[in-house]
């Protein structure tokens, strides 16, 4: 696996170690061997520690489509930053079993959807407390998607 071209991104190999690329070292400002040897749960930020826990030790199956799941990690300094992994796990010649995978910085992404998340709550707001008649529609499929409580007083 490599990473997306231009994005900050990493791939990785484990529990070995090997393939741990320079992407890594961008990324998370940590050279890959002084990510190799280490366990990946200690630059899991504490929320998401449980859940990322949980997916790694979860048994072994030959049918698994892989994993795709969006959690936190710990910078060299200190800094959380939100990372998408996308993962295989599969039985090396010695039958343990491996995980191979791109991890991805999503830190501006994460912002950006908190942000509209906060402009549409405001703007609910301010559409269910409002006097005045305020509609929202969804133009393409002609559907009533928010209105303010006056809407109601008109049937």
Do not use: C
């Not at 959380?80 to 791109?102: I, L």
């Not at 994460?110 to 402009?119: C, H, N, T």
Request: aromatic share 6%; charged share 25%; glycine share 10%.
């Amino acid at each position: 696996l490599t990473p997306w071209s231009g994005a900050p991104a990493g791939t990785f190999r484990a529990p070995t170690g090997a393939g741990w690329d320079a992407g890594l070292a961008d990324l998370f400002g940590v050279p890959p061997e002084e990510f190799v040897g280490t366990h990946f749960l200690q630059h899991i930020a504490p929320e998401s520690v449980e859940r990322v826990r949980s997916q790694t030790t979860r048994e072994y199956d030959p049918q698994d489509p892989g994993t795709f799941s969006r959690f936190s990690m710990i910078t060299a300094g200190g800094a959380v930053r939100h990372v998408e992994v996308r993962a295989r796990r599969w039985r090396d010649e010695q039958g343990r079993v491996v995980s191979t995978g791109v991890i991805r910085d999503v830190e501006e992404r994460v912002q950006l959807e908190q942000r509209l998340d906060s402009e549409m709550n405001r703007l609910r707001s301010i559409v269910e407390s409002g006097g005045a008649l305020i509609v929202l529609a969804t133009v393409l499929s002609a559907r009533l998607s928010k209105h303010s409580p006056s809407v109601d007083d008109l049937s």
